[in-house]
């Protein structure tokens, strides 16, 4: 039986905190404190950056960058002009790199961001972009180590690859026996109909795309 509304956010699956405001499924969360334990005796330290967002938070994220409130990025992570920006073209612009309310991964407790707040030092800025996690980045030998370790705590990197939609995010791991099956659990007539009783920006728009935001931005992901 599917958990809905949880799988859309809307409401909270059983959650276990691994660090201070960071929540993970307890399946998920044991997984990655195990692989946080095996990475500190390579030398590296490992921690979830961002876990749970309920679908209120990724709304927040949404309409804010919609409204012009937080920076939209394009493909090479630089800032676009957002009053520039027709709905159609800001709508495909914030899905590049943020999910639709609703069909986040981040709603389901298995899905986190990572990063090494060994690396992060006072008043510099840390930027959740792959610049950080590709070679010459601060981070990318934290990313090899997750990369060729990850698989053997269940994990795998859902949008490793470019594949036309959601940007490449070389930080964004899911545990796979969760994930697995909350995404096969997800339909898109319950979606619509969460979307049509939000006060999500940019609905009208949305809902002239979405079908295809639903194929290209959720369904089409790279496996494990």
Request: net charge negative; hydrophobic share 40%.
């Amino acid at each position: 039986m599917s958990p809905y509304p949880l799988l859309y956010g809307q409401g909270y699956f059983e959650l276990e905190q691994i660090s201070p405001g960071q929540r993970l499924h307890p399946k998920a969360a044991d997984a990655f404190l195990k692989m946080c334990a095996a990475a500190q005796q390579d030398g590296i330290t490992l921690a979830a950056y961002s876990s749970f967002r309920s679908f209120q938070t990724q709304s927040v994220i949404w309409n804010d960058k919609w409204h012009g409130k937080r920076t939209i990025l394009d493909s090479f992570s630089q800032p676009l002009e957002s009053g520039q920006l027709n709905n159609e073209q800001k709508l495909w612009a914030i899905l590049r790199w943020s999910a639709l309310p609703g069909a986040s991964r981040h709603h389901w407790g298995s899905d986190l961001d990572f990063f090494s707040p060994a690396l992060i030092h006072k008043n510099a800025d840390f930027e959740l972009i792959p610049a950080t996690y590709l070679p010459g980045g601060s981070h990318f030998h934290v990313y090899q180590w997750v990369f060729e370790n990850a698989a053997q705590f269940g994990f795998f990197f859902p949008y490793h690859d470019d594949v036309g939609a959601t940007a490449p995010e070389p930080w964004h791991i899911s545990y796979h026996p969760l994930s697995e099956q909350y995404h096969r659990e997800h339909q898109l007539h319950e979606l619509t109909h969460i979307i049509q009783n939000s006060d999500i920006a940019g609905k009208t728009t949305i809902m002239n795309h979405l079908a295809e935001i639903y194929q290209n931005y959720f369904n089409h992901i790279n496996q494990l």
